[in-house]
């Protein structure tokens, strides 16, 4: 089934390499990716009818901005949410550098903050083109590119009650 949806008061532009990700209530967020040939960090909310079958709206809940706490435009980035919250790890900037950052939006407030890593806690190698997945309270990563010629087989995971990287479990 093909879905179109129009909405008169935003316009969610077309992109690629973007991630998507499913709230509890059904509805789901969409963040960076490339838009016009360019990176971004848009977020972007579709809901659904009742029906789940439907988009019935979509809104922009940030637009492509590079000022305050706010992730650095990406693409190939991986996302997941929990206890409605969307977190957003890794991917690659502009510059085509490589990302190991880890950002929260919470949608209740509608603020971003990124998830400082303390001295000795476990730190991931930066990536792009990598999977996360939410299982069991932790955010499992898999994979991703480090260099051009050297693919990851690591899992990563990110335990939500702690809110730190913690060894595969």
Known sequence: MLVNFSNASEQVLPR??????ELSDGSFLVFGGFVNGSRTNELAKFSMSDSGNQVISAQMLQENNT???LPKPRASHSSTCWNDKLY??????????????LWEFD????AWREIQIQEGDVKPLCRSGHTAVTYAD?????????????????MIVFDFKQMKFVQGE
């Open 138 to 154: 932790k955010m499992w990563v898999f994979g991703g590119i480090l260099e051009l010629t050297k693919e990851l087989n690591d």
């Open 107 to 110: 949608c209740a407030s509608g």
């Open 16 to 21: 690629d390499d973007h991630v998507m990700s």
């Open 67 to 69: 000022q305050g706490n």
């Open 88 to 101: 957003v790890f890794g991917g690659q900037d502009d510059d085509n550098n490589k990302l190991e950052d």
